[in-house]
């Protein structure tokens, strides 16, 4: 089965980020999920459970 998430794809999360920006760039996958903030830039460390749940759109790397 092929994982619907890859790194470069950008993910539309249920909550925004505290800077207002509710889209996120997928920098590492496994078990946990690096993500990016496309607003601001921060970087943080989510579990492939809480991502999976959370993410309500997914936009593929050109």
Do not use: Y
């Not at 089965?1 to 470069?8: K, L, P, T």
């Not at 943080?44 to 759109?57: A, C, G, I, Y």
Request: glycine content about 8%; overall charge positive.
């Amino acid at each position: 089965m092929a994982d619907r998430f890859a790194v470069g794809d950008i993910i539309r999360l249920k909550k925004q980020h505290p800077c207002g920006n509710f889209e996120w760039e997928v920098l590492r996958v496994g078990a946990d999920f690096r993500l990016k903030c496309c607003g601001c830039g921060h970087q943080v460390m989510v579990s492939r459970k809480l991502v999976e749940k959370n993410t309500r759109e997914i936009r593929k790397k050109a």
